[in-house]
């Protein structure tokens, strides 16, 4: 095992009992001990070091990881749920610290656990987690036939899901839900998401979907060109053609993030979040009412993690891979200005009429820029594209 100041143990239900004679060895020569309250409450002591530090974990281990800094030359033990690698705080601290001074002794994940459990293979279920995130997030993901495993956010997470799926029109998908697994108090829920009644259970769940799609059930493909009615929309939905082409070009690969300048982007950027995992967005300028269908759509297509800003206050916010301006905003110094706020290789993209494209011939030139023409119902219309130098 390397030699580093940073080691994440992963710990099951079974508590310490569970632990491998390795993580025991790291455990009882930490310095410095992290932790939610809940694993401090299962080391006492006599566990550990005398005059080790106590870190308590309030709001995730990004905050702890700012501490850290604080006792480099201390030997420091991060103890999380299960696989820290797999939505734990492994992930979070490489990324803040990055991985050559952390080492990782994981347990088996709860996905793993429970696939185990309904004998499911691994790769072939749709693994999330909604603790983090919205629990809206599991629309993404609902197709007949799907696997669904998702970590719960809390004891309300399995009666959410279970309203999510009958809003989608799979009310007899089977759910089975396991709590506290590992532990002796593990308990398991099993029933169809329009039967699901058990009300509140353990904070600690795992919940298991098998989706089946009543008569009336609504799925989409994450290609990108949805149909319109699968927006709530005022006028603002630019049509189907465009947004296929605009993505084609935007070209979202994981970990970019998009800005949709206008209220023409939301569909946009949903559509950018739907095609590619780990992928973010944010739309800006949007007013009241698109904001409010904005959200509404982002939340039943899956992606509730969309951002909506009402200005363009770009201060703190992450450089884009991509921006998409609305074609009511496109004017020459408006795409130096966007094209400027660009990463190396990103792309710039917007959609317009004959006399706007002609307008842009001089920025086309200038930038090396591309135009292509899209007919939509007897009318051109074009979809503009500029890259920032790598």
């Given at each position: ?173 089977h759910m089975t839900v396991f709590c506290d697994m590992g532990d002796m108090r593990e308990q398991c829920y099993k029933a169809t998401a329009e039967s ?50 605009v993505l084609s070009v935007l070209a979202p690969q994981p970990g970019d993030t998009l800005w949709g300048i206008g209220d023409n982007s939301g569909a ?123």
């Amino acid at each position: 095992m390397k030699n580093s100041w940073i080691t994440v143990i992963g710990i099951g239900c079974d508590g310490l009992d569970g632990l491998s004679a390795q993580s025991r060895e790291v455990l009882a020569s930490a310095e410095v001990l992290a932790g939610s309250a809940r694993y401090h409450t299962l080391v006492s002591d006599t566990d550990i070091l005398d005059g080790c530090v106590r870190l308590i974990s309030q709001k995730g281990f990004t905050s702890l990881a700012e501490q850290f800094q604080s006792y480099k030359d201390k030997r420091i033990v991060v103890m999380t749920a299960g696989d820290p690698m797999h939505y734990g705080a492994g992930s979070a601290l490489a990324r803040r610290l990055g991985t050559s001074d952390i080492t990782v002794i994981p347990k088996p994940s709860a996905f793993s656990l429970a696939c185990g459990r309904m004998v499911w293979s691994v790769p072939d279920s749709e693994c999330l987690t909604i603790h983090a995130s919205h629990p809206a997030g599991i629309n993404l993901y609902v197709y007949p036939g799907a696997k669904i495993v998702a970590l719960g956010a809390d004891g309300e997470t399995p009666t959410q899901v279970a309203s999510y799926l009958c809003e989608r029109g799979f009310a007899q998908s089977h759910m089975t839900v396991f709590c506290d697994m590992g532990d002796m108090r593990e308990q398991c829920y099993k029933a169809t998401a329009e039967s699901w009644s058990h009300g509140r259970v353990s904070d600690l769940n795992t919940i298991c979907v098998e989706c089946i799609a009543g008569p009336d059930a609504r799925w989409w493909s994450r290609v990108p060109g949805l149909p319109a009615d699968a927006f709530v929309s005022g006028g603002e939905l630019i049509s189907r053609e465009a947004r296929t082409n605009v993505l084609s070009v935007l070209a979202p690969q994981p970990g970019d993030t998009l800005w949709g300048i206008g209220d023409n982007s939301g569909a946009i950027a949903i559509e950018w979040l739907r095609s590619t995992n780990h992928t973010r967005a944010t739309v800006y300028l949007c007013d009241e009412d698109h904001r409010t269908n904005l959200e509404k759509n982002a939340e039943f297509l899956g992606v509730p993690h969309l951002r909506v800003q009402d200005d363009e206050d770009f201060e703190n916010q992450r450089e884009p891979h991509a921006i998409f301006l609305s074609g009511s905003l496109v004017s020459e110094s408006k795409l130096r200005v966007y094209h400027d706020l660009l990463v190396p290789g990103g792309r710039l993209v917007t959609v317009c009429n004959e006399h706007e494209v002609e307008n842009l011939a001089g920025l086309l030139d200038s930038l090396s820029g591309t135009c292509v023409e899209m007919r939509i119902d007897d009318h051109s219309m074009f979809v503009v594209s500029f890259k920032s130098n790598l």
